[in-house]
């Protein structure tokens, strides 16, 4: 069983920096897919960034929202996935989630592709 742990929210000014991380205990994350997504209050949750496991390239996609500021990347050696993401607005404001897609059918974005997820950190960019 995978187990994820996100760490790293908390609250900025507009423009500034945060850098989220993504651990798990037990499988390494490696192994997997790792995507992040994010829930304001009364919306849906969103995609906002993937990486794919390491020996696929680890290829990366980002959300039209953010492409440009954030930035996902992986330190295989501290089992851990990071996102960096600069530039922060108030409409990122918003509870962050990783997530571990063991290679299901879908798009990158669909919250359906992944069968793991952590317990959310809440990232507050204020104007």
């Known amino acids: 069983q995978l187990q994820l742990v996100e760490s790293g929210g908390g609250s900025v000014q507009a423009g500034g920096s945060l850098r989220l991380s993504c651990g798990s205990s037990?499988?390494?994350?490696?192994?997997?897919?790792i995507g992040w997504f994010r829930q304001a209050p009364g919306k849906e949750r969103e995609g906002v960034s993937r990486i794919s496991s390491i020996g696929t390239g680890q290829v990366r996609n980002y959300a039209a929202s953010v492409e440009g500021r954030f930035t996902v990347s992986r330190d295989p050696n501290e089992n851990v996935v990071y996102l960096q993401m600069d530039s922060l607005k108030p409409e990122d404001t918003a509870v962050y989630y990783c997530?571990?897609?063991?290679?299901?059918?879908?798009?990158?974005?669909?919250?359906?592709?992944?069968?793991?997820w952590g317990q959310g950190t809440q990232v507050t960019v204020s104007s």
């Open positions: 037990g499988i390494a994350v490696h192994f997997y897919a």
């Open positions: 997530a571990a897609d063991p290679g299901l059918e879908g798009t990158w974005d669909n919250p359906g592709k992944y069968q793991y």
